[in-house]
């Protein structure tokens, strides 16, 4: 395997590489053969020491609280927003370029918040903060749809209803949907399991992600209205947005409706989103096809369906989105910020 | 038990009356002590024969093709609108007043679509056509809310996703989401059971319920239109919604963006919520409280939680909406009418 001592490549560091999403940022370095020079794994002392192979060899996972960022290139941020805040500064005063996959400096004027589809010319040159943003995992699919329909009708507004998988809340929300799942088929009267989610996913819906904020919306539901403004860089876009937590264990869904200021026509929509680089149009040849999370296929896409226009407001229209949230929604789009760095020059 | 043979009370028969809705109907007829001279359970072939127990009297369910509906006051059907179809127009020719629970006749002009909290005056009089039909699960608790709205602020628009759960398609899904999610506990790769859904929904939505029509929304979706417009009498009101089930046992739920002509104040709008007849608002006094389908309580009330305003559109407000389908929407509403039309002596 010659690629994992390219001595051209960069070091690389990722810090929360045993959660869902650095293992799964692992898996896509071996899958995209992403080269680098050396790989340090990092995590909170609870994972510290563990070995993890991968592309064949085993590295020890090294305690973040002790780690020095000094002589690494390019670190991956993804065990939550508390440790970003306290260590992201410190791996960027130590040399390092952060891909931080959490919340804690998506608004930062001074760091660019990337989907490489939608607004990869952010990476050109090295961020003022040394902080690139990865969005939140239900914005990055949404944000992928709504360049090209603003760019040919122009957006009145979105509002969209989200179906948000157990993994978007680690391994913990996934095992704890199952063990739930499993207390109420034998037991239609249990409360579930509960822990990660209150009250217990297991057969049920939660429609509150992240804690509440003074307005009544959740701060997940800002988010998505926030960072879909600053990645399309369209800074009075209205994006309203219910957020719910479903009892799927992987891939978020969001049902989104679109008003544009001019009127959308149904084919050509179509055939635009299915243009789109790394999108699955399910219904490009037989309307009324749709992705579902556990059958949508490849999980490096973004998949489509239920395109349709209303009769009553042809400006209007309905999609309805699957994406597997830790790659397309986390991994995979932090892996192509730093790919995109790369043929830049910049990394 | 003398409510059982009350000789001023109706004779009433249950066409469906092994199936989910059936069976809540007889449950609610004892639980709120509906009176009636005598009952007559009715089904398919298939279930011809069985003992039923109501009140502490045994019934044999009688088979619907042979079945007479002379000297019957109130036949309440929920067998599928095939059924309905064929057999509600032998039961009006013979006499009785039939409570229809399927989409056959929701949109013939001679027969009122009620909804008895929004528009029981409709069934003052008999209605020409012999029936009054029962709308559709989604529909219910949505116009119960949208009418207040509509008289204080005017509705500009609803754009409704629905997560609807695996009741609605009686109890071949309940226990097919059951039977699938074992399947797919044991072996994760499992692709789930089939049969009433597909794919499976166990840990899976599937967003298309009913079937497709030409213009690329499902029948489930077109029912919300037409019915809210019919039940509200505003031909022009634009209901656009995404119809989506979920692995759910019972009760549906919304996420309904409500724009209005005017300006809603939050606090008014808790206030005009909670007054409804059967409505509990969640965050009466704790804003962001919300009700979910296993933990929302009383299964005769509409829940409401997630009440907010959008800061960058005062005119427009989210609230996330759970009812029991199989009650909220179905079996009590239809159960109510026969109340409503007994208190007026049209029964």
Redesign the interface.
Known sequence: MPRVTDPAAPRIALVGATGVVGTTLLQLIEERGFRYRDLHLVASARSAGREVAVEGRSYQVQDLDGFDFSGIDVAFFSAGARVSTTFVPKAVAQGALVIDNTSAFRMDPDTPLVVPQVNAHELDTRPASGIIANPNCSTIPLVRLLKPVQERWGIR?A?V?T?QAASGAGYSGIEE??AG??AV?DD?DST?VTGTFS??LA??????IDR?LE????FEEQKM?QESRKILALPHL?V?T?C?R????NSH?E?A?IECHNPVD?TELVQLLAQQQEVTVH?LTT??A?P????AGDPNHVHV?????????PR?F?M?IVADNVRIGAALNALQIAEALTERGVL
């Open positions: 507004q509002v209803s179906y949907l199952r799942a499993r088929l239609p579930g009250p217990s057969f049920d819906l939660i429609p509150r509440l307005d009544g919306f959740t209205l209205d309203t219910t719910v479903v009892p799927v264990v869904s049902a409706w149904r219904d309307p009324g749709f579902t999370p556990r059958t369906g239920r395109v349709r226009v209303a009769a009553h407001n209007g309905w309805w």
